[in-house]
């Protein structure tokens, strides 16, 4: 059964107008009504403080402020709105070191472009049926970095699922039909 998305209220990030407008497109097809977008991380976050989103899907390279930057303020920011906000990054720089990059400043998901419907689809929904926990430590702040579990480790740094250093994000169900 497919994922209904139509209470989703969602932010696309990008300076690239028609990208922007592809990107639109295609989450109207998934029957997402509600769209923002901010063509700099400056004017998403303003667009954040001022309405209620439920994600953020934003590109890797703006100017002043790109994606991770962005990140990395709804993150850690004194005046962030929802430090927990589910954050997808869109781009075209897919290189290991961009998407490490995107990952420690704390994004949920990356996507590369071009994207086709059925990878956003997918991201989003794995945004939204398998969130993961939030992590905090002296450096970093977002979703658990870890994609699956090490078995074989065996070293003193090992976590539960869940420990001190953990922190879940407030359960809220968004765009289902539940």
Request: aromatic share 6%.
């Amino acid at each position: 059964m497919a994922l209904s998305l139509a209470r989703l209220k969602v932010l696309v990030v990008d300076d690239n107008l028609h990208m922007s407008n592809i990107v639109k497109t295609i989450l109207r097809g998934f029957d997402v009504k509600d769209l923002y977008d901010a063509d700099t991380g400056e004017d998403a976050f303003n667009v954040l403080r001022e309405t209620s989103i439920d994600l953020v899907i934003t590109d890797f390279a703006m100017d002043p402020l790109d994606g991770c930057g962005l990140t990395r303020r709804i993150r850690t920011a004194h005046d962030t709105p929802n430090q927990f906000m589910p954050i997808l990054m869109l781009t075209a720089y897919a290189e290991r070191s961009k998407v490490e990059q995107a990952r420690d400043a704390g994004v949920n998901e990356f996507c590369a472009k071009p994207v086709t419907a059925t990878q956003l689809y997918r991201k989003v929904c794995s945004i939204i049926n398998a969130p993961r926990s939030f992590i905090r430590t002296s450096v970093y702040f977002g979703p658990d970095r870890r994609r699956r579990p090490d078995d074989d480790y065996d070293g003193t740094d090992r976590r539960d699922a869940l420990d001190e250093d953990s922190v879940s994000a407030p359960a809220k169900k968004t765009g289902t039909n539940g």
